[in-house]
């Protein structure tokens, strides 16, 4: 075998790297939403929130920052990245400190103390093999 000849599942050409990675603070790539959203009604966090929830878990894997917010306040932490729910909806995040955390969405019931929970979702990583 020549010195010319690589191994390699991706070839590089003169040494030049296809990807590289930047190291940052700037987490303004990370954002939730392109622009600002509002939920008007139940059917509409139904649809859109999921996703955006989606977001805000894998966010809080990378980003101390976020997570420490989103535990205290994520009402307010999703409203400061521009996503506005109804007043009878609500957020919960579950298993903060856990490698499996939960954000749980209420809804609050007129003249009660009760909610019903509309959806959940959850971090779980698994490797295959």
């Known amino acids: 075998m020549g010195s010319n000849t690589s191994n390699a599942l991706v070839p590089v050409k003169n040494g030049t790297l296809p990807a590289v990675i930047k190291k940052t603070n700037d987490v303004?790539?990370?954002s939730?939403?392109?622009e600002e959203v509002y939920l008007a009604d139940k059917q509409a966090v139904r649809e859109q929130l999921p996703d955006i929830l989606g977001r805000v878990l894998a966010r809080i894997?990378?980003?101390s920052k976020f997570n420490?917010?989103?535990s205290e306040d994520p009402r307010g932490t999703l409203q400061s990245n521009g996503v506005f729910m109804p007043e009878s909806m609500d957020v919960e995040f579950q298993k903060p400190d856990s490698s499996r955390p939960r954000i749980v969405v209420y809804e609050k019931r007129a003249n009660s103390?009760?909610?019903s929970r509309i959806f959940y979702l959850q971090l779980v990583m698994m490797a295959g093999r």
């Open 68 to 70: 420490r917010s989103f």
């Open 28 to 30: 303004s790539a990370l």
């Open 61 to 63: 894997w990378i980003d």
């Open 32 to 34: 939730l939403v392109n």
């Open 113 to 115: 103390k009760f909610r």
